[in-house]
């Protein structure tokens, strides 16, 4: 009466725990980390084409400026892309996933690349000069690029780099099982096996004792198997969302400026959107919560089940001489 109900009960609980912690997981990789991580390859990405199309127009490496440059400067793509970057900047310093330091650390970002679109427009302004041209898209250059590999980034591409590759390490712990997750899963899996040990030696007992078949028990257990079927269920399917979302972080990473750097994001992004559309909170946590409370229930009715055949069993065991 007492041991049944209280093994499906922990099962439950167990399968419920380490369900919630990967969803919870899930949803802060699917809401905060991969948004940011699409956005600061964006970022990235467009500040380096952008500056190549600064240094085409106003002449690098002793070049002369294009004839064009007299007349409509720096055109529409430079300070499209520009724009571009800063909107990624902040949407990323938006996400949430960023942690303090490394939101502190975009913000820098976004002010330097203001000091690097001034000195472009200087550059731009003094176009007709080679000597102060070139000393403005040498010090814009400066500010958007560190010389070599230094141990602490300080211009723009090289701080991006280096948030990136720290989300990209945070979402792969975030895709791992943690200790909670993992030492949950492996009890519930443990407690079920006790539990249907324990239910096929009482509907022996009951077959034996009061010539009863315990279908009613078999129907109350069968809820708690298929809920944590159904968290099992769902629990794979947010791990391997994870995944996705790890492996995606390392692929923006390796994004190089190229033309066809925008497309290439926006494929992996479209791809995120993909794996990540069937681990929507909505409908999995309604259809694990479902489950919790059907079990719950059918472990309860169980107890009751077993409270009658108790009774039932005593009045025999009275009457017998």
Do not use: C
């Not at 899996?189 to 006790?194: C, F, N, R």
């Not at 909505?282 to 309860?300: D, K, P, Q, R």
Request: proline share 3%; charged share 20%; glycine share 8%.
């Amino acid at each position: 009466m007492l041991l049944l109900p209280a093994l499906a009960l922990t099962v439950l609980a167990l399968a419920g725990t380490a369900y919630l912690d990967l969803d919870s997981r899930t949803e802060r990789l699917r809401e905060r980390y991969a948004p940011a991580m699409v956005e600061l390859a964006h970022a990235r990405t467009s500040l380096a084409l952008a500056h190549n199309e600064a240094a085409l127009r106003l002449g690098k490496d002793g070049r002369d400026p294009l004839l064009q440059t007299d007349l409509v400067g720096l055109g529409e793509r430079y300070p499209s892309l520009l724009t571009e970057a800063t909107q990624s900047l902040n949407n990323a310093a938006q996400t949430k996933a960023l942690r303090t330091d490394q939101e502190q650390e975009v913000r820098v970002v976004s002010g330097l690349v203001v000091a690097y679109d001034d000195w472009i427009g200087w550059a731009d302004s003094h176009h007709e000069s080679q000597v102060l041209r070139t000393a403005g898209l040498e010090y814009a250059e400066s500010l958007l690029r560190d010389p070599g590999r230094p141990v602490e980034p300080t211009a723009v591409l090289n701080r991006i780099v280096a948030v990136e590759a720290e989300l990209a390490e945070d979402a792969e712990e975030l895709s791992g099982w943690t200790a909670l997750s993992a030492v949950a899963a492996s009890g519930a899996l443990l407690t079920v096996l006790v539990f249907v040990f324990a239910l096929v030696g009482t509907i022996d007992f009951v077959l034996a004792q009061l010539r009863v078949r315990g279908a009613l028990l078999t129907l109350y257990a069968v809820p708690v198997v298929l809920a944590l079927g159904v968290l099992v269920l769902g629990g794979t399917g947010q791990h391997r969302a994870q995944q996705t979302v790890s492996r995606a972080g390392v692929e923006l990473g390796e994004v190089s400026a190229t033309e066809r750097a925008g497309p290439v994001i926006e494929d992996l992004d479209e791809k995120l959107a993909v794996e990540l559309r069937g681990t929507h909170p909505g409908a999995w946590a309604l259809a694990a919560e479902l489950a919790l409370a059907v079990g719950a229930v059918g472990a309860l009715a169980g107890g009751l089940t077993l409270f009658h055949y108790g009774r039932r069993h005593l009045r025999i065991f009275w009457r017998t001489p």
